[in-house]
């Protein structure tokens, strides 16, 4: 759910600033994956029927990562379905199953790639041998988000499958229970949809699938991971007081099944992970937080014109470097950023026309790693915003943001009565109690 926050400030002889922000409450349903900053994201993934030649059949299967800013990392998609008969992939080209299973039954004649009733496919990595290639294949599992590379977001392959024995001749059936194998997606039934076309001869001839069939796979942080995984502590160049990270924000330092690492001590040596096996839980650095990733927001200057920010991301698990990270915020003077340094900015625009939401991410073989905690595992940017006339002010923490997400997943805030306040205005508002402050709450239904 989602929903505008109206704040009207009055006072006497005071101007009347009228502060509009989009205001999450983060009770995000664990059953509809909806994210208010990216409402289609989804992954998907197409089945194109290419040719049938009475016994087996060709698939071309592509994989779309329809998301703003989401990205599949290392160790990637594992995409997996559920065969209606007996079906056996006879071979694939740009990815490979991970279990050939038992092909006894073609025993005597060349085997098969796979005879899973449940096969597990895996993308190849970088290089793999080149009659085993497809092309956009090959990329070890990993998806960009669109913004971030608009051509590394999809990944295709290609098989020949064999029909189930009991139906040698015309009908083919679509597979059930598709699953990318990455936490937090969930995806629905196949559906048929006009085949897809496709480009020959420099664009001048068309052809096309014979059948093509949708999966729409859906993220949701709360399956993902039912606590946080990321905080915001902030702090302002007219206050000393740094605001830290909400405590217990990802976990409670002490409680059971909360291991982490004390100042000083090094963490125990860990092997790290092979390609294509899951991620390792985060070992974190003891914290009151306890999160493997912090986001600092300090609200560094101000000149006549425009104000800068610091933003810092730092990282605190000791088994991950995060590649291709990126940051989502939201604020309302977004709209009049002039200037990011070191890192990579976009605006997006979810609702059209309200430039309040950016994305920042790492500027290539520079910083777009974020290193496992230690002394380089942190990223930092500065950015100029141009203070807008109408609405710009030090006052009600207005400065700092109302939302972040890393990796796509929503970062804790502090409470907002806890943001670094004004010298004076602390002063001035115990002082005039008439101050009025009127709230209103539009939920907006989508
Ligand atoms: C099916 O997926 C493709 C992308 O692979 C997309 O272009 C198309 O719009 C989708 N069709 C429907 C009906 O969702
Ligand atoms: C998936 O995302 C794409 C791109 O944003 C969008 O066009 C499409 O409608 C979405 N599909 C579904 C089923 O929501
Ligand atoms: C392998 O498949 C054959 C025939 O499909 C079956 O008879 C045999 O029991 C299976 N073996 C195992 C170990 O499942
Ligand atoms: C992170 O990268 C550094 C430098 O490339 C490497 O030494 C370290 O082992 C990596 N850590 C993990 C958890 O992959
Ligand atoms: C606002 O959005 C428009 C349209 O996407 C974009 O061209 C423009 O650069 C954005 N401005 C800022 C300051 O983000
Ligand atoms: C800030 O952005 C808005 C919307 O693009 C524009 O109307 C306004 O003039 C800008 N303000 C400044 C100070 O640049
Ligand atoms: C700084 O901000 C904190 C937190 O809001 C507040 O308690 C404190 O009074 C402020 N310090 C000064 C000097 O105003």
């Excluded at 970062?411 to 009025?436: G, K």
């Amino acid at each position: 759910m989602n929903s505008f926050m109206f704040v009207v400030q009055r006072s006497r002889g005071m101007p009347l600033f009228v502060f509009i922000f989009l205001f999450l409450f983060s009770s995000i349903s664990p059953s509809c994956g909806y994210d208010p900053l990216d409402p289609q994201a989804n992954i998907t993934i197409t089945w194109d029927l290419m040719l049938d030649n009475g016994g087996t059949y060709d698939v071309r299967v592509s994989i779309y990562n329809f998301q703003l800013f989401r990205h599949v990392e290392r160790p990637g998609w594992k995409l997996s379905w559920t065969w209606r008969g007996d079906e056996a992939i006879w071979d694939m080209w740009g990815a490979e199953a991970t279990q050939q299973g038992n092909c006894s039954r073609f025993r005597g004649q060349v085997l098969p790639h796979s005879c899973e009733k449940r096969p597990e496919i895996v993308d190849l990595i970088p290089g793999a041998a080149y009659n085993k290639q497809f092309a956009n294949c090959c990329k070890g599992g990993v998806l960009t988000s669109m913004t971030q590379d608009p051509t590394m977001y999809f990944a295709t392959f290609r098989m020949n499958v064999n029909k189930p024995s009991s139906d040698n001749n015309a009908i083919y059936f679509m597979p059930l229970n598709f699953n990318l194998g990455l936490p937090g997606y969930t995806c629905g039934d196949a559906f048929e949809v006009p085949p897809t076309r496709f480009r020959e001869d420099g664009s001048r001839r068309r052809t096309q699938a014979l059948e093509t069939w949708n999966v729409t796979c859906i993220y949701s942080q709360f399956r993902a991971s039912p606590t946080p995984k990321c905080c915001v502590s902030l702090s302002a160049f007219y206050n000393s007081t740094i605001v830290p990270c909400p405590q217990c924000s990802c976990a409670c330092q002490g409680l059971a099944g909360a291991k982490c690492v004390k100042p000083g001590e090094t963490p125990p040596l860990l092997e790290l992970p092979h390609a294509n096996e899951e991620e390792p839980q985060p070992l974190v650095a003891c914290s009151r937080h306890m999160c493997p990733t912090q986001v600092h927001w300090h609200v560094k200057q101000s000149y006549k014109e425009y104000w800068r920010v610091k933003i810092t991301i730092t990282n605190l698990n000791f088994v991950k470097n995060y590649s291709m990270w990126n940051l989502v915020a939201l604020h309302p003077n977004l709209r009049n950023v002039t200037q990011v340094f070191s890192f990579n900015y976009q605006p997006l625009n979810s609702y059209a026309n309200i430039n309040d939401t950016g994305m920042f991410w790492g500027i290539q073989y520079y910083n777009d790693m974020l290193l496992q905690s230690g002394p380089s595992g942190n990223v930092q940017t500065e950015m100029l915003l141009h203070k807008d006339s109408g609405i710009f002010t030090f006052r009600e923490g207005w400065t700092f943001p109302r939302r972040i997400s890393f990796n796509g997943d929503e970062c804790v805030l502090p409470p907002p009565d806890q943001y670094p306040t004004l010298p004076n205005v602390a002063h001035s508002a115990t002082a005039m109690p008439s101050i009025l402050f009127s709230l209103f709450f539009i939920v907006l239904v989508f």
